[in-house]
């Protein structure tokens, strides 16, 4: 029969092993939910296509954003775009469109409920209004404010008088953004969408942009975690597994021979045939010796992961602190 003491030892051994798996199931199955981003799905015209950069800084930390935007875009030509791209739509989506096309009111209140039509599933839909730089755009505008009252889903952001707040946000047509025109949008975006998290996103408006946190970096820094607890577990089961077989392989030939030594080392190598206690005792030392080398190169492999994250953040700092970049002012458009 075993000794108790053995068997007790083996089974502390066998639940190391099996919390150690666990541990590793649980990390790597728990980083990519981690990582996932509820969706944003943004859809205009040449005026937020100038935003682009800026929502995507501001908001990518938080979203996973879609972004669909040209220039000369009508409001049902937005409609055909939302209605072909049903499957990338989330639960929030936010609309910029009428700039070109509300010259006559009728047709724009037909062409926001045609929007509206496509979106009717979507539970949160916000629709930016028109700076009111022409003598049509106040009543285009009244007719998104009655759009909300006919689409319960439907909430109207209201630029006219947010970028009112905001230094120089257009160039000389009043329309299309500057740099700190398109970080006012993407503000006021991120004010009324809120984040996720429940954390604050958006600064105030003029505020300059912080450098946001790539998602290249974050991903290598989650890769180097991750492998780090790979080589971690796989060093600790090498580990386990040696000297489980050695303490069972001693239980054996204890109860074998009926000479249990309750002094003997639990980490006693198994023999082989025809092999020696010396021989098998440079086994486990070499088993032990593989595992120490798991162990660093595991953290050797997490530094240097690590340390390509941290370049890649101050690469990326580096350069949106740079006013050479001209990042900002790259939609420099007068067609709408």
């Given amino acids: 029969m075993i000794p108790c003491d053995r068997l007790s030892s083996l089974l502390r051994r066998a639940l190391v092993a099996v919390a150690i798996l666990g541990l590793l199931g649980s990390v790597t199955s728990a980083a990519p939910a981690s990582a996932q981003a509820p969706r944003l799905f943004v859809v205009g015209d040449s005026v937020i296509l100038g935003a682009e950069s800026a929502i995507r800084s501001t908001l990518g930390a938080n979203w996973d954003v879609v972004f669909d935007a040209a220039v000369s875009r009508s409001t049902s030509a937005g409609a055909a775009v939302i209605a072909a791209r049903k499957h990338e739509i989330g639960d929030t989506v936010v609309v910029q469109l009428g700039t070109n096309d509300a010259g006559t009111i009728s047709v724009f209140e037909a062409r926001i409920d045609e929007v509206m039509q496509q979106l009717a599933d979507v539970p ?29 889903n439907l909430t109207v952001a209201d630029w006219n008088a947010y970028s009112s707040g905001v230094p120089d946000p257009v160039y000389e047509d ?34 300059s942009a912080q450098s946001p946190v790539t998602p290249a970096a974050t991903g290598l820094e989650r890769r180097a975690f991750e492998s780090m607890v790979v080589m971690f577990s796989l060093a600790g089961l090498h580990q386990a597994a040696a000297e489980a077989k050695a303490d069972l392989a001693r239980a054996v030939l204890d109860a074998t021979t009926g000479e249990a030594d309750p002094g003997a080392a639990a980490v006693t190598p198994p023999l082989r045939g025809g092999d020696s206690l010396e021989g098998a005792a440079l086994r486990t030392g070499s088993a032990g010796e593989a595992g120490t080398w798991l162990w660093v190169g595991g953290a050797v492999l997490a530094a240097a992961m690590l340390a390509v994250a941290s370049l890649a953040l101050r690469r990326r700092y580096r350069r949106s602190m740079d006013p050479r970049s001209g990042a900002a002012d790259d939609h420099r458009r007068v067609v709408v």
Avoid: C, F, K
Wanted: zero cysteines.
């Fill in 124 to 152: 949160n839909v916000v629709w930016v209004n028109i700076r009111e730089v022409r003598d049509y755009y106040p009543a285009a505008n009244q007719a998104l404010r009655n759009a909300e009252a006919r689409w319960p």
């Fill in 174 to 207: 009043g329309l299309h953004l500057t740099g700190t025109g398109a970080q006012g949008m993407a503000n006021m975006l991120a004010e009324q969408l809120g984040s996720p998290t429940g954390s604050v996103v958006a600064p105030a408006p003029g505020a």
